[in-house]
């Protein structure tokens, strides 16, 4: 759990525009019947290419094939794979030539009950770019699978059960982590002119979806990435050792940079803002003021959506609405614990408390036993009126006691968790 004052944002990633992600119903019950779809391999020079896939159910057997580059014959099939079962260390040999070796794997995989992954190496100089791989499937089960180091072909031809991937569902770890601000990129620049003066220009439209910028949703349906900052094309400080690319270079200070990972420092800063406002900002807090100021237009369409999340952070308009909150916000009179709202939850909760003056805090959830199951606040606070989170998630349903201690003042409420 994030505590307040404490807030974390995440790069939403830079696969926009790759076709990383597939995913079908899968169908039949042999071989034959099997759906396929055709992958290549990314950087030869990494030596590994991976596919992880998520079904919802144990009903699957998967494996891999190896086709000549128009995928006008078929040099090789791998064993077919079902849950629980492995093949490691296979060797793949195709006319002669060896490719490296694969493993085909239906075990559970980190606390996946269902899952299959299949692991490509290779060698630098291994053949691999002559050859069309894919990936083959069938069972009774909805499919989701990415590939690391490899793209999916879009080619798809359902009369002959195969199916295309996409570039839906890019956004990865840790953006996908819960009570992260995970932040995609919009375009704030198509031409330039470098250091001598040479003119360059590149696709985009001004304010729209970066093309690299992460698209959600999550595996678990959460919307991502959750707001859009500057990311295309954003005038940085350089070093004078860094190895760049002369077109980027703007003078002999600043280059052209892209990525999520300079719209998340973006975002970052305008957290920083409301952070300097108001230093106890919870991130359910800072979400709903940002949440109610960022833009959506034509461009962003309704939001939230999977490409813009809540839309593009306005940093004056989400100051200016904190500042206003604060100045308009009374000095409580008195401690008060209130009921936590919604309760029941699931798997969540938020608790408000107040105090009239500055004083240590202590706020703790117990079990029906007893046992101390959470601390919620530990420090000193100022006076006013606050709200702290608890996720229940690691917990059993029931009914749980949250303790506040402030001074001469505690008290004890009682919540329940449904799951």
Known sequence: MV?????????????????????????????????????????????????VGYPQSNNYTFGVKVYSEDASQLYYTSPEVSYGDSESNLL???????????????????????ANFIHLQYSSDANVDDYLFSYYTYG??????????????????????????????????????????????????????????????????????????????????RIKPDFSAPGHLIAAGYSSDANLNPATVLNDQTVLMQGTSMSAPHFTGVIALLLEQNPNLSYEEAFEVLQNTSVSDGLTGAVPNNEFGHGRVDAHAALQQLITSVENEEIPLEYNLSQNYPNPFNPSTIIEYSVPQNEYVSIKVYDLLGRDVATLVNETKSAGTYKVNFDGRNLSSGIYFYKINAGSFNTVRKMMLLK
């Not at 040999?93 to 794997?105: K, M, P, Q």
């Not at 003066?197 to 304010?207: A, H, K, R």
């Open 3 to 51: 505590e307040p004052g404490r807030l974390i944002v995440a790069s939403a990633g830079n696969s926009g525009s790759s076709n990383i992600h597939l995913k079908y119903e899968m169908s039949g019950s042999s071989l034959s019947e099997a759906t396929q779809t055709f992958w290549v391999v990314g950087n030869r020079d990494n030596q590994n290419t991976y596919i």
């Open 92 to 114: 793949l040999v195709v006319e002669g030539d060896t490719l490296g070796v694969v493993t085909i794997d239906g075990r559970p995989q980190q606390g996946e009950p269902f």
């Open 140 to 221: 009774s089960s909805t499919l989701n699978a990415w590939i690391v180091n490899g793209s999916f072909s879009t080619d798809s031809d359902p009369a002959n059960n195969i199916v295309g991937g996409d570039n839906l569902m890019t956004v990865g770890s840790p953006s996908s982590a819960f009570n992260v601000f995970s932040i995609g990129a919009f375009t704030t620049k198509t031409s330039w002119e470098n250091f001598n003066g040479t003119p360059y220009s590149v696709n985009g439209t001004i304010e729209d979806r970066a093309p690299f910028s992460s698209i959600g949703p999550l595996r678990d349906g």
